[in-house]
């Protein structure tokens, strides 16, 4: 079924029950022009008649179906997203350890490529643990992300914002691309499962933390409520629940206490029911998912055809003045644009930081300019030669145009830029 006689919609209904069914998927990321179009050009692809037919190739092929999911529902991450909650994660791992727990056990829900479970175990060893004692479940049920994620080997565009100078010892330069330490690939086990279904998260015992980062708002209410109740059944007394920013409210309930620890996104389970103070800071609201189109510097998706929820920043809801953490969260949600006007508006008000210029650079990559991302990390690293985002960025930049020399030197800097540990601090 494509488009109707005389350019009139069609809504495909048939799809939008399975996808309803089978993915769990919210009905709001189901119309519109963007959702018609991504259907009419599977039903090519398959050379299918119908819709009904495509529902065919739906049932019997797992892989057209992952495509078709994760082009609605983009599969989306990058290293220390959110940073302060990796910082929080952190803490919270070293203070288990001075409790004297014998092991700490994490899983990353919906994990996609990786970089999240990877960016946890990070956090580990950086808190004192023993890889040894470190357990992280990893689970998807999209094979072409486990893939990636096994395979540990990203692009630029896998680094997007801060990066904690504990992190880079653990980040290797492998030609072009930058690969995950073996030491931490060793404590991440991929599993491909859908999380929806309760025994699967009941089956690797209890929990310290659970990691689960914008897949809630993709799901149906239902849906949401069932992966929330696994979650916290599947978390130990005290243990932490890291979430999306636009998500935290979402996953509040008696039994899940929402940290008020700004931009780390977390909640924690508690033995009795509370009463959920107020937010300290208006928290972004589950809204219904906008389209949005960005081609990432690696030729990685930021949304393709499909949809992105339209996670808002509250500083722009509530006319507050701008700040570089509400250009971030605009950023998180998909506003690239929006996110870019706040901060140039920000540095002709308060001048250029090396943080605002990274970020900027950032962005250019976002929308497939490398040559105006090379130029703003450069002037990020005249104010602050030692920040090490923007050093890797320029790294895998020069690698990019074949300038391998100049790349090498900024290998270099990043490996001087860390403090002394008596490790081997991130290049072969």
Not at 175 to 181: K, L, N, P, R
Request: charged share 25%; net charge negative.
């Amino acid at each position: 079924m494509g488009a109707g006689e005389g350019g009139c919609s069609v809504t495909y209904v048939l799809v939008q029950r399975w996808l309803s069914d089978r993915m769990w998927l919210d009905a709001s990321l189901l119309t519109g022009a963007g959702f018609e179009m991504l259907i009419a050009e599977r039903l090519a692809a398959h050379g299918c008649g119908s819709e009904s037919e495509y529902v065919g190739v739906l049932e019997r092929s797992e892989e057209e179906a992952e495509h078709l999911a994760g082009s609605i529902a983009v599969p989306e991450t990058w290293f220390f997203r959110y940073p302060l909650s990796f910082e929080l994660l952190a803490e919270y791992a070293g203070r288990r350890l001075r409790e004297g727990a014998n092991e700490l056990r994490m899983v990353s829900v919906g994990c996609a490529s990786g970089e999240e479970p990877y960016g946890m175990a990070m956090a580990a060893l950086h808190a004192g643990w023993e890889a040894e004692r470190v357990t992280i479940d990893a689970i998807d049920r999209s094979e072409t992300a486990l893939r990636r994620g096994r395979d540990a080997r990203y692009g630029a565009f896998s680094i997007r914002h801060e990066v904690p100078d504990w992190s880079i010892e653990f980040l290797r330069h492998e030609g072009g691309t930058i690969s995950v330490d073996a030491r931490i690939r060793s404590m991440v086990r991929f599993r491909r499962a859908d999380v929806l279904d309760r025994s699967v998260l009941a089956s690797g015992g209890l929990y310290d933390v659970v990691l689960c980062r914008n897949l809630l708002i993709y799901l149906g209410a239902d849906a949401r409520a069932r992966l929330l109740a696994a979650i916290r059944d599947s978390l130990v007394e005290g243990g932490m629940l890291f979430v999306g920013h636009a998500e935290q409210m979402l996953a509040v309930e008696p039994r899940m206490k929402r940290i008020d620890s700004a931009h780390a996104f977390a909640l924690e389970r508690v033995a009795e029911p509370v009463v959920q103070s107020a937010p300290s800071r208006a928290e972004p609201v589950r809204t219904s998912p906008v389209q949005m189109r960005a081609k990432g510097f690696e030729g990685v998706s930021m949304g393709l055809i499909g949809r992105r929820p339209a996670a808002v920043a509250p500083s722009m809801e509530r006319a507050t003045e701008s700040t570089l953490e509400s250009a971030r969260d605009l950023a998180d949600a998909g506003r690239i644009r929006e996110s870019e006007t706040m901060i140039r508006s920000i540095i002709a008000r308060k001048g250029p930081t090396a943080a605002a210029l990274e970020l900027l650079g950032t962005l250019r990559q976002a929308l497939a300019d490398p040559e105006g991302a090379r130029v703003l990390f450069e002037q990020a690293l005249y104010l602050e030669p030692t920040r090490t985002t923007s050093l890797l960025q320029l790294a895998l930049i020069h690698e990019k145009n074949g300038e391998s020399a100049k790349a090498e030197r900024l290998w270099e800097r990043v490996r001087r830029a860390q403090p002394a540990t008596g490790n081997d601090r991130g290049a072969t």
